[in-house]
C-alpha cells in the first residue's frame, strides 16, 4: 500500500496568490479593451469596455423620428446586445490564454 502524502501547502498557496494576480491583473487589462457595433447600418454605433460599462453611445440624426421610436429603441437594444456578445468574447479568449485553453471558467469575466 503506498504512503499518502500531504499536498505542500505552501506550494498550494502560492499558485493560489499567481493565479489571483493573473485573473486581476487580467481583469484590469480587460477594462482598457473595448467592443464597438452598430445597428440599422451604422445609424446606432456603441461601445462597451471589457467591464461591461457603454462607453459611448452615437445616433445619427436620421435615427430620430419623433414618429418612430420604437424604432430608434430597437435598434439601440441591438447594438447594445451585438457589443456584449463581442465583449463576453473578448472575455472568454482572455481567460482562455490565462488556463491554458482548459475552459475553466473563471468568476466575474
Known sequence: MSEFKMPDLQSLMQAA??????????QEELANKTCDAS???GMV???INGHY??????????AVNPDDVDMLQDLIVA????????VREM???EASKLTGGLG??????
Open 79 to 86: 447594438a447594445v446586445n451585438q457589443c456584449l456578445a463581442k
Open 17 to 26: 496568490q499567481k493565479i489571483q494576480g493573473d485573473v486581476a491583473r487580467m
Open 45 to 47: 454605433s456603441v461601445t
Open 53 to 62: 460599462e457603454l462607453v459611448s453611445l452615437k445616433i445619427d440624426k436620421e
Open 91 to 93: 472575455a472568454k479568449e
Open 39 to 41: 445597428s440599422g447600418g
Open 104 to 109: 475553466v471558467n473563471i468568476p466575474g469575466l
